[in-house]
């Protein structure tokens, strides 16, 4: 199932970076397929973002306003971890942990669930109340083991 799983992701990583230009016939049906046949398979974290907010209205709802990803971040700032996920559609709740570590200790754990969608959009608001390099890892609990979906590097000053 990780197999499969990996396979997607790494098929999707070229539809992403590319999100102007016309996915093949081959692409775009291997991702149709998996959303409309992948229950069991888990979610797929499409792309991660720090945020400085969330729009909250108009055509960007729910999408990250000033991505702070590339940048160092203040202490004590708040900031947001916007993620995106396909969900297979017809699949239950998906359990997601997002664990903020700094100076390999973890030092919050939030969770959230995201459900059967094509772009299922969620955020995290966090305050980085420690100078140094951050790790926020995120994970899919599946009840008997964790899989790792991605991670982000947050540099606090």
């Given amino acids: 199932m990780r197999i499969v799983l ?13 999100a102007d230009a016309k996915p093949t016939p081959e692409e775009a049906k291997r991702v149709l397929d998996f959303f409309y046949h992948g229950k069991g398979l888990g979610p797929v974290l499409l792309e991660s973002k720090v945020c400085r907010d969330i729009q909250r209205e108009g ?8 991505d702070l990803s590339a940048q160092t971040i203040k202490k004590g700032d708040t900031v947001y971890l916007w993620m995106a996920y396909m969900v297979p559609s017809g ?6 942990i997002v664990q ?8 919050s754990v939030k969770n959230l669930q995201v ?19 951050w790790k926020v890892k995120i994970v899919h609990d599946t009840g008997s083991s964790a899989v790792p979906l991605g991670s982000r590097d947050i540099t606090v000053e």
């Fill in 6 to 18: 990996l396979g997607l992701m790494l098929c999707l990583t070229p539809v992403l970076a590319l």
């Fill in 59 to 66: 055509d960007g709802k729910g999408d990250c306003a000033g």
């Fill in 91 to 96: 699949d239950e709740a998906q359990n997601i």
């Fill in 100 to 107: 903020f570590e700094n100076g390999g200790v973890t030092r």
């Fill in 115 to 133: 459900s059967g969608q094509l772009r299922n959009r969620t955020w995290l608001k966090a305050t980085l109340d420690k100078v140094g390099p």
